[in-house]
């Protein structure tokens, strides 16, 4: 079955332990990116990468990193939560990159950063 | 600074009536916007989207219009059902790598 999925879909921590949620893939998508979605805010993109080893900033990306050493995986990096950082993560790809290619979602991950 | 506004948190509606979702944008760059679906505990899923040298696109029950000049976007469904029930989001993008979104609106289809 064509999908992306993220783990773990619940996750409850403390602030400054280090955390990381996978991503993963199996359509072969060249595009893959995070977006975390907080009431009122609806969905704001951390980051997104083109393709392997080439990722830029989206709009929110401050606390956040990610890498692409592989074009099914792409995981977000938590160095050092803060409670801010609390929210639902959405991890998302596509074929391609560019406007008109539709982006398929993960299920989600909520985190909760204590 | 939200770039991309739907302005109408909740919306109901009677099934087998037209729903309307209303979008608002700010930067006229633009060039592409699309419209997501998304129902509790699952991730959004693409509904429809049009290009910015278009005004309609229709798919099915699902019609998208754009007027540029306002900086608006509207999804209209037709017949609502109930199982259209889901947040509704609207996006926008111009580089085709940042995708910005709005806040989304609820809307409820009752049977």
């Known amino acids: 079955e064509a999908q992306v999925t993220q783990n773990p879909r619940y996750l409850i921590t403390v602030t400054g332990k280090k955390l990381t949620v996978t991503c993963s893939q199996n359509?072969?998508?060249?595009?893959m990116s995070w977006y975390r979605q907080d009431p009122g805010l609806g969905l704001r993109q951390i980051y997104y990468?083109?393709?392997?080893?080439?990722?830029d900033k989206g709009d929110v990306p401050e606390g956040y990193k990610v890498s692409r050493k592989e074009k099914r995986n792409f995981p977000l990096i938590l160095e050092s939560p803060s409670p801010n950082q609390t929210s639902l993560y959405f991890c998302?790809?596509?074929?391609?990159?560019?406007?008109?290619?539709?982006?398929?979602f993960g299920p989600g991950t909520r985190l909760t950063v204590l | 600074d939200q770039q991309v506004k739907q302005n109408s948190p909740s919306l109901s509606v009677q099934e087998g009536r037209i729903s309307i979702l209303n979008c608002d944008y700010t930067n006229s760059m633009f060039d592409y916007f699309l419209w997501y679906k998304k129902y509790p505990a699952e991730g959004p899923t693409f509904l429809i989207s049009?290009?910015?040298?278009?005004d309609k696109n229709e798919d099915g029950r699902f019609t998208v219009f754009l007027n540029k000049s306002a900086k608006h976007l509207s999804l209209h469904i037709v017949p609502s059902q109930p199982g259209d029930s889901a947040v509704y989001f609207c996006?926008?993008?111009?580089?085709?790598?940042?995708?910005?979104f709005g806040t989304g609106t609820s809307l409820t289809v009752i049977p």
């Open positions: 996006a926008a993008s111009y580089t085709g790598n940042q995708f910005y």
């Open positions: 359509m072969n998508h060249e595009y």
């Open positions: 049009i290009s910015s040298i278009k």
């Open positions: 998302a790809s596509s074929l391609l990159s560019g406007s008109w290619n539709e982006q398929f």
């Open positions: 990468s083109m393709n392997v080893e080439v990722t």
